[in-house]
């Protein structure tokens, strides 16, 4: 079986949404269908089973044929990469009573694939933004927006001019910000 190789930046699309986060949620107290997840969340079954099909792809549920039924659970799939590690963190700040507002914040943070390309930059040193621009090849007006909104997230810091990586508030911003960086070595 060849292992689905779901970028970062894709995967944190896929948690930046209320909905998928709350399937994630129900699938965390029990495995079900995708027909008594819609009927809980009070969503059609269509868009229970598109979301379904992203949190799957992104390897952080997995389902199985149970008769004529495909049951789906919280359990991630070890063939895509980094899928434990994000799941565990998901599940660690979803049991430690984060809402749904936190997560999607901290997952925006690495939903462009140039938001990363600034935190690897940052990774040795702090950088003042030509000095990145350089770096990542970013033009300075779509860097300062990145920059915007990193900071924003609380993934950076701007002290005279210069940006700096921040220390992680919580395990899924560091768990997020380590596969960023290349820190994490896939199971």
């Not at 799941?87 to 749904?100: H, K, M, S, Y």
């Not at 960086?181 to 199971?187: D, N, R």
Request: charged residues 15%.
């Amino acid at each position: 079986m060849n292992a689905l190789q779901p970028t970062l930046w894709r995967t944190c699309r896929v948690l930046a949404h209320p909905v998928r986060i709350d399937i994630l949620r129900e699938l965390l107290k029990e495995p079900r269908s995708v027909t008594l997840l819609a009927d809980t969340l009070n969503i059609a079954v269509s868009v229970a089973s598109t979301y379904l099909r992203a949190l799957s792809a992104s390897g952080l549920i997995q389902n199985v044929q149970q008769g004529r039924f495909v049951v789906y659970s919280a359990t991630p799939n070890p063939h895509v990469e980094h899928s434990p590690e994000i799941f565990e963190a998901l599940r660690t700040v979803i049991e430690n009573g984060i809402g749904n507002a936190a997560i999607i914040q901290e997952a925006t943070a690495f939903t462009h694939p140039r938001r990363i390309e600034i935190v690897r930059a940052l990774q040795g040193a702090p950088r003042d933004p030509t000095a990145l621009s350089t770096a990542t090849g970013i033009p300075l007006l779509s860097l300062g927006r990145h920059i915007g909104k990193l900071v924003k997230r609380e993934i950076i810091g701007q002290t005279d001019s210069c940006c700096h990586l921040l220390e992680p508030k919580n395990v899924l911003t560091a768990t997020l910000m380590a596969i960023a960086l290349g820190q994490v070595t896939p199971a």
